[in-house]
């Protein structure tokens, strides 16, 4: 069982007692219990099952404009009177900064709205063997299968922010996850691919039977790739595909990124850095949502925010900190975003497709090939060749580059985004992107 | 005093209680142990002209695991004691209540040691880590009218591990680790760059940071950051590649290192697993994975389950010698564990991971390398990769790389990534060279959700073709 509300705030607020005592002007704790329950199958047998319960306090102490921080798992009086101790002690030797504080007073989250986050009900190992035997048994249809790992896990996770000015909330979360990684071969090639789904609540799970099935058609259309020569061609983005390049966009404006100089969006608000079409929003309050939250990881209550509106970047994401810095007040975004997406385009996912006679349609990219200081990306990737809107083969070895500041303003987005990450963006095309091939 | 720690000292549990429980809920399984440890860690990072964050960690918990046949059960938690290990063990024996094992007792010995019992994080007051932050900013920032950031952090760690096996059998080992980062960004005519260097391994600060060594570090990082600020577009395409000694040799963890992993040839799914005996790379090459290199980054005196480390031969001469094992693998595999049995931490399970794999030295020079290159590139400094290992494609990000041209190097390029295959990419390699280096110690090797520490080297070496992601056709 999850530790409950009492526990945490006990906890939370006996930190904050004893910061003071030892010579903390202000202070801020955290304290997350997080307990999971994982059963994996292989091959259609049981594999591996794996219980976590873990515990974490988080600290920081500040004395004036200095500050410190510490962090454990052991949450007992003993060894916490130790750490916070030791915190303090770090306090004082560090130097000043002048931007050090805890969030404005005004600022904090008043109210904790019920999103719909939790779901109490507990699923027993043998319905999760249950519900996995139904998926790799509509995964392992066609002999060219050769291995299906599949996985569900179920969380629960109850945390307490609390300061010195007075905040002390937190609420409980859940989800439930599936997932199956199958590999599949052919003469020729060996290819793996994947399926998943991620819901707060147990009832909206995907079908078992549907994941299995549409894991395996995902790996064996893999099969037999061939690999392209080197040319400039508009790119499609699957949407598991697309979802990254929105969560660089996010790394961009972050303030922190801003402030330090070492962003390519820096001094870019209310300049137009997407094509006319397109909108971004960071909505925190979706119900059930997966990256919904009432407030951030200070407590400064987080509202939506229209990040790009008509292809014009609008807000940066901003904390306390960094926002100080650069003279703007926190938006709630310490820790990032929550539930940020694209809005749909106007066009369907087949003209999309059909819009140009030869495209590359790229469902996996390997590498870590963003750079948000000069914008440039490059990374490994894997798709298939679509001529005149029909998947022709898939192709593989190739890499596909282009620089961020021209990329977002070649994008074209298709109408059929869906809340399946806690970030998501439809089918997204890219012109005048470079393939390296053969 | 620096002592083993005590991990019953505070708790409601006695060691022989503990023990019990091992042995109780191991007793019907082919293996398994109780796995506790204790870490003490803290941050110390210069940004922007100030101690940004100055941090400490403890974290302290076991990980309980019993595995009959194929199948594993897990249970971790943070709480040391009798309740808390006794819902471990309900917990495993549900999990493996319909199958039946007989426990494995062999583990091999050593006495060897491959670095010190020592906690680094004590070794040098909090006041003399700033100070030497705020004068790598200082010096950095007096050597460069157009630096614009300088970053700079250390990452000091101590972790103590033990682990009981049924029977009472208990192994134990104390695993200090470091790591100082520099990084920094100019600009010049609106044009902004970067360029990142560290060092690190198993020892205290001062190794790294006596007599100013760090300003070698903080040298090297500006000296990146200033070739990318001339840098011109990168080409796309296949051509031929020199790779720079040491950290360069990602491309062995990548191409090859993933894929000799014991679980994923046990499981078929390893682009390698009907390799075995067969040549995958070309004459003149051979790769180890050594885990006894003293004060290494990778190097371990025992493994998470504690087997003593080794050197294992992977590739000798060309030819596939040897999987990385761990217990769970070797036994499935009908082989010995090569002491390649890792975890991130007490949260995780114990997968089979590289430890230093290193490319060793061949006879040729680098000039000749260069020499025997029309068109092609030369990479220097790399910033990270990634595998598929069951299509065996792999990637890698070029951070400092020149063009060839005609056998001379030219222009510096922009970063690209490189991408190849990974059972033919060896193949291609057609020139070994004579001066192998070990990276300079700051490797993470991520794999199933867990980062453990790790070290590449090799030597320069030419591979006759490999695709450029670049931009310029």
Redesign the interface.
Known sequence: MVKDQEFLEKKASYCLGLAKKLGATESSVIVNNSVSETVNFRNKKLDESNRSDDLGISITTYIGKKKSSISSSNLLDDNLNILIEKCVEATKNTPEDEFNSLPDKDLLAKEVKDLSLYDDTHIENDQKIDYLKKLELAASNDKKIVNTESSFTQNKSNFILANTEGFCAGYKTSSFTASSVIVAKDEKSMERDYEYSSKCFFKDLDDAGELGKQAAYQTIRKLSPKKIGSEKIAIIFDKRIAKGILSTFASAISSSAISRGTSFLKDKVNQKIFSDSINVLDKPDIIKGLGSRNFDKEGVKTDTLKLVEQGVLKHYLIDTYNGKKLNLKSNGRFGGTSNLYFENGNISFKDLLNSKSKSLYITETIGHGSNIVTGDYSVGATGFLVENGEFKYPINEITIAGNFKDMFQHITLANDLEFKYATNSPTMMIEGMVVAGK | MLSMNNFFE?SDISRSEAENIVSDTLSKCDDGELYLENTKSETLLL??N????????????FGFRAISD??????????ISKN?LRQ?SE??K??LKSVKGTYNHEIPKSNKKYYDNINPIEQKS??EK?KILNEVNNYLRSKDNNI??VTANFLGEQKSVEIIRSGGESLTDVRPLIRFNVSV?L?KNGR???GVYGVGGRQSYDFYLKDENWKSVCDEALRIASVNLESKP?P???MKVVLGPGWPAILIHEAVGHGLEGDFNR???S?FHNLMGQKVASEGVTIVDDGTIDNRRGSLTIDDEGTPTEKTVLIENGILKNFMQDRLNARLMKTRSTGSGRRENY?H?VLPRMRNTMMLSGNQTQDEMIKAVDKGIFAVSF??????I??G?????CTEAYEIVNGKIGSPI????????GPSSLKEVSMVGNDMMMDPGIGTCGKAGQGVPVGVAQPSILINKM???????
């Open positions: 505070k940004d922007d100030k101690i940004k964050n100055s941090s400490y960690n403890s974290d302290l918990g194929e199948i594993v059960a897990y249970s971790h938690s943070n709480e808390s471990s917990n495993l549900s999990t909090l006041n700033i614009k950031q960004m600009e902004k760059e970067s990168a796309a395409g296949e499981k078929k799914t682009a949260r399970i910033g990270g990769g990634q595998v598929d069951t299509s494609k792999f990637v890698f990000n922009k970063g690209a990534t490189l991408i190849g295959d695709t450029v992601g670049g931009t310029k056709l």
